[in-house]
């Protein structure tokens, strides 16, 4: 079956995951309320229609209840980003994602009932920055204000050892997860493979134990 999604606000952000699901082959209900907007994802989304998703009667009579997640990236007006999101938790949408413009942002989305909420820009400055202190650190995930999953490419410190050698859950605390290897991925590594030179190291744990690591090792 179809995954059916609503994206609400059509700035870069809402747009750009307007047009990815789209690509991904979801259907999307764009809203939006600006004309110019709503227009210019007319023969993109599904359905484009403008909308002020503060008003309950329209959420209403849109059906917004019936789609099975909910993304609300409104991004300046907060005020309209929380009243919106807390008409869809009161219509019952089973998921809703909320753009947060600040903690405070996120503190009251978080105590209305969003079950996602993402900050964009924060995530993309912290992950350049990681890309930007260590050339071996490929990529990051925040999985919560402490923890990381980063994917760590291996240089000749690394390469030729096993896991069991590394040792590095007793020393930082860390788990290697996973290792990518040109196209192949090995799931859950066992503690005798050995690493190869440039093989990716996909690592869990707290980021200050990952940095310990990286910065022993790199
Ligand atoms: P970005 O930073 O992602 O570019 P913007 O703040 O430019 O985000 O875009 C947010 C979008 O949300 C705008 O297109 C704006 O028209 C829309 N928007 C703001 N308030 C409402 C509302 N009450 N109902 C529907 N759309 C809204």
């Given at each position: 079956?179809?995954?059916?999604?609503?994206?609400?606000?059509?700035?870069?952000?809402?747009?750009?995951?307007?047009?990815?699901?789209?690509?991904?082959?979801?259907?999307?209900?764009?809203?939006?309320?600006?004309?110019?907007?709503?227009?210019?994802?007319?023969?993109?989304?599904?359905q484009?229609?403008?909308?002020?998703?503060?008003?309950e009667?329209?959420?209403?009579?849109?059906?917004?209840r019936?789609?099975?997640?909910?993304?609300?990236?409104i991004?300046?007006?907060?005020q309209?980003?929380?009243?919106?999101?807390?008409?869809?938790?009161?219509?019952?949408?089973?998921?809703?994602?909320?753009?947060?413009?600040?903690?405070?942002?996120?503190?009251?989305?978080r105590?209305?009932?969003?079950?996602?909420?993402?900050?964009?820009?924060?995530?993309?400055?912290i992950?350049?920055?990681?890309?930007?202190?260590?050339?071996?650190?490929?990529?990051?995930?925040?999985?919560?204000?402490?923890h990381s999953?980063?994917?760590?490419?291996?240089?000749?410190?690394?390469a030729?050892?096993?896991?069991?050698?590394?040792?590095?859950?007793?020393?930082?605390?860390?788990?290697?997860?996973g290792?990518?290897?040109?196209?192949?991925?090995?799931?859950?590594?066992?503690?005798?493979?050995?690493?190869?030179?440039?093989?990716?190291?996909?690592v869990?744990g707290?980021?200050v134990?990952?940095?310990?690591?990286?910065?022993?090792?790199?």
């Amino acid at each position: 079956m179809k995954k059916e999604f609503v994206v609400i606000g059509l700035g870069r952000f809402g747009g750009s995951i307007v047009r990815e699901l789209v690509r991904l082959g979801a259907d999307v209900m764009a809203l939006d309320s600006s004309q110019e907007r709503v227009d210019e994802y007319s023969k993109i989304a599904t359905q484009s229609v403008i909308a002020d998703t503060t008003d309950e009667e329209v959420m209403k009579s849109l059906g917004i209840r019936n789609f099975e997640h909910v993304i609300v990236a409104i991004g300046e007006n907060i005020q309209a980003s929380i009243l919106t999101t807390l008409i869809l938790k009161e219509l019952g949408v089973p998921l809703i994602t909320v753009k947060a413009q600040n903690d405070y942002h996120e503190k009251v989305l978080r105590k209305i009932g969003a079950d996602h909420v993402v900050h964009p820009e924060r995530d993309m400055g912290i992950r350049i920055a990681n890309n930007m202190i260590s050339n071996n650190v490929l990529d990051y995930l925040e999985l919560s204000d402490e923890h990381s999953i980063m994917e760590i490419r291996a240089n000749d410190l690394l390469a030729g050892y096993s896991l069991i050698d590394l040792d590095i859950r007793a020393k930082y605390g860390i788990n290697i997860v996973g290792i990518k290897r040109g196209e192949q991925i090995i799931i859950s590594p066992s503690a005798d493979d050995k690493i190869l030179l440039n093989d990716i190291l996909l690592v869990i744990g707290a980021v200050v134990d990952i940095n310990r690591f990286v910065k022993k090792v790199m």
